[in-house]
């Protein structure tokens, strides 16, 4: 079955940076695009990034642009998030999301604390 498992969330300064992956099986990762969404306190769920199956573009919520690079190894079934700069207003759970059939598969998630 389709397994999202998500990685690298922590505690860092405003200005800081982390590192989220997010490890993929169950399904063939390399015709997929794949998708980060955060949910921070008090908000519904939204969109940061997303990334085509080549990985030859992506795509970027206004306030991730910039600062935010999705990225993706095929060879690993593995995307990734860097996220530079962080904000306080960056803290909540950041998902990987898949869409296959008309469904999304999310993973469970992982906490990004951004804190001075």
């Known amino acids: 079955q389709v397994r999202l498992v998500e990685s690298g969330g922590g505690s860092v300064q405003p200005g800081g940076s982390l590192r989220l992956s997010c490890a993929a099986s169950?399904?063939?990762?390399?015709?997929?695009?794949m998708n980060w969404h955060r949910q921070v306190p008090g908000k519904e769920r939204e969109f940061v990034a997303r990334?085509?199956?080549?990985?030859?573009?992506?795509n970027y919520a206004t306030d991730a642009q910039g600062r935010f690079t999705i990225s993706r190894d095929n060879g690993k079934n593995t995307v990734y998030l860097q996220m530079n700069n962080l904000k306080p207003e960056d803290t909540g759970v950041y998902y990987c999301?898949?869409?296959?059939?008309?469904?999304?598969?999310w993973g469970q998630g992982t906490q990004v604390t951004v804190s001075s």
């Open positions: 169950g399904f063939a990762f390399s015709i997929y695009g």
């Open positions: 999301v898949v869409g296959i059939d008309r469904f999304d598969y």
């Open positions: 990334i085509t199956p080549n990985g030859n573009i992506a």
